[in-house]
């Protein structure tokens, strides 16, 4: 069996006509390392020249679609569950398809349409600025008003494209309309991250944009939004447990705490709500008087270990814990953290 199975598989499609900034972006997506991914080329390039520049770099599966029905074509017979569109020169951040990987599965079972992330342009003079400087938002009528998206921080999901069927005048050989949000937003639910995918390289070359309102969608989202939230508890939310242990360092996370009740369950929650699989969490109560063990036992199923005994303050507790730690990493939480 793939220890990789159960990630979902990335479908990256690339529009542009430089060579050389084509291969930035590639290079881009083959430094997540990310085990199940491919990307499709729209370009009116050399075949035998683009193939050229990959031949000494790891990349994933590339081919070229210079037309549009074969570019559509390729796009719905493709049975990946995410499908990114980018244009050339623009770059994913490190671990980006990870991050997105983990959001769609978690919340898997929710019509997921789009998945949407934070991320960065880079203007003419190398100025760099936060897509959303506050959070990320998402109003299908904003949009349809003229206000955009940088498509390299927008997934679309598998399902969506069974929904949408057809994707005339959504698709082109060289760009994607922002009809195609607009359809799925109204169709779909949509998941939206504070996580940075992406930096995108904007000039007045670039067809992807044109407003300066580029990326700033709306103050308030639709009711189809679902916030990613990773630090909070929400039993709405589907959890997804497939990872593969092994392949996880185990952490070990360690809290001192002294009649800090009023901050601990929120410390506590912080760290379980990462539902990292391969945990080790530990709490060293220095025995408080106030209602910290009554916290503690609440969930203290899902902790390694614990204890409430009286010790000489902070660092005591944690060079206590670590003691007990046998985790490849190691830290320690502060109970107001």
């Given at each position: 069996m793939?220890?990789?199975?159960?990630?979902?598989?990335?479908?990256?499609?690339?529009?542009g006509?430089?060579?050389?900034?084509?291969?930035?972006?590639?290079?881009?997506?083959?430094q997540?390392?990310y085990?199940?991914?491919?990307c499709i080329?729209?370009?009116?390039v050399d075949?035998n020249?683009?193939?050229?520049?990959?031949?000494?770099?790891?990349v994933?599966v590339?081919?070229?679609y210079?037309?549009?029905?074969?570019?559509?074509?390729a796009?719905?017979?493709?049975?990946?569950?995410l499908?990114?569109?980018?244009?050339?020169?623009?770059?994913?951040?490190?671990?980006?398809?990870?991050?997105?990987a983990?959001?769609s599965?978690?919340h898997?079972?929710?019509?997921?349409?789009?998945v949407?992330?934070?991320?960065?342009?880079?203007?003419?003079?190398?100025?760099?600025?936060?897509?959303?400087?506050?959070?990320?938002?998402?109003?299908?009528?904003?949009?349809?008003?003229?206000?955009y998206l940088?498509?390299?921080?927008?997934?679309?999901?598998h399902?969506?494209m069974?929904?949408?069927g057809?994707?005339d005048?959504l698709?082109?050989?060289?760009?994607?309309s922002s009809?195609?949000?607009?359809?799925i937003?109204?169709?779909?639910?949509?998941?939206?991250t504070?996580?940075?995918?992406?930096?995108?390289?904007?000039?007045?070359?670039d067809s992807s944009?044109?407003s300066?309102n580029c990326?700033?969608?709306?103050?308030?989202?639709s009711?189809?939004?679902i916030?990613?939230?990773?630090?909070?508890l929400?039993?709405?939310i589907?959890?997804?447990?497939?990872?593969?242990?092994?392949?996880?360092?185990?952490?070990t996370?360690?809290?001192?705490?002294?009649?800090?009740?009023?901050?601990l369950?929120?410390?506590i929650?912080?760290v379980?709500?990462?539902?990292?699989?391969?945990?080790?969490?530990?709490i060293?109560?220095?025995?408080?008087?106030d209602?910290s063990?009554?916290?503690?036992?609440?969930y203290?199923?899902?902790?390694?270990f614990?204890?409430?005994?009286k010790d000489s303050?902070?660092?005591?507790?944690?060079?206590?814990g670590f003691?007990?730690a046998?985790?490849d990493?190691?830290?320690?939480?502060?109970?107001?953290?």
């Amino acid at each position: 069996m793939n220890t990789y199975q159960a990630y979902p598989h990335i479908l990256i499609v690339i529009f542009g006509d430089e060579i050389s900034r084509i291969i930035e972006t590639i290079l881009s997506v083959s430094q997540q390392k990310y085990p199940n991914c491919e990307c499709i080329v729209a370009a009116n390039v050399d075949p035998n020249t683009f193939y050229q520049y990959l031949n000494p770099m790891e990349v994933p599966v590339v081919v070229l679609y210079p037309e549009t029905q074969n570019l559509k074509t390729a796009i719905q017979n493709s049975n990946s569950s995410l499908i990114g569109f980018v244009y050339a020169g623009d770059k994913y951040l490190d671990d980006s398809f990870w991050h997105v990987a983990e959001v769609s599965m978690r919340h898997r079972n929710h019509d997921i349409g789009l998945v949407i992330g934070n991320g960065y342009i880079c203007s003419t003079g190398d100025q760099v600025q936060r897509l959303h400087s506050r959070h990320v938002t998402f109003n299908t009528q904003k949009l349809e008003k003229n206000d955009y998206l940088v498509s390299s921080t927008v997934f679309v999901t598998h399902y969506a494209m069974k929904r949408l069927g057809s994707l005339d005048n959504l698709v082109y050989a060289d760009r994607i309309s922002s009809n195609l949000w607009c359809r799925i937003g109204t169709m779909c639910k949509t998941i939206v991250t504070d996580q940075p995918i992406s930096i995108s390289y904007i000039n007045k070359k670039d067809s992807s944009v044109t407003s300066n309102n580029c990326g700033k969608i709306a103050d308030e989202s639709s009711k189809n939004v679902i916030y990613h939230i990773p630090f909070l508890l929400n039993d709405e939310i589907s959890r997804y447990h497939s990872f593969n242990r092994n392949l996880l360092p185990k952490i070990t996370i360690v809290t001192p705490s002294f009649n800090q009740s009023q901050f601990l369950e929120r410390t506590i929650e912080s760290v379980l709500g990462q539902e990292y699989p391969n945990l080790e969490y530990i709490i060293i109560d220095g025995g408080s008087s106030d209602d910290s063990v009554n916290i503690i036992k609440k969930y203290e199923h899902k902790l390694a270990f614990w204890v409430s005994e009286k010790d000489s303050g902070p660092a005591e507790a944690i060079n206590k814990g670590f003691r007990r730690a046998t985790g490849d990493i190691v830290v320690w939480l502060n109970s107001d953290d």
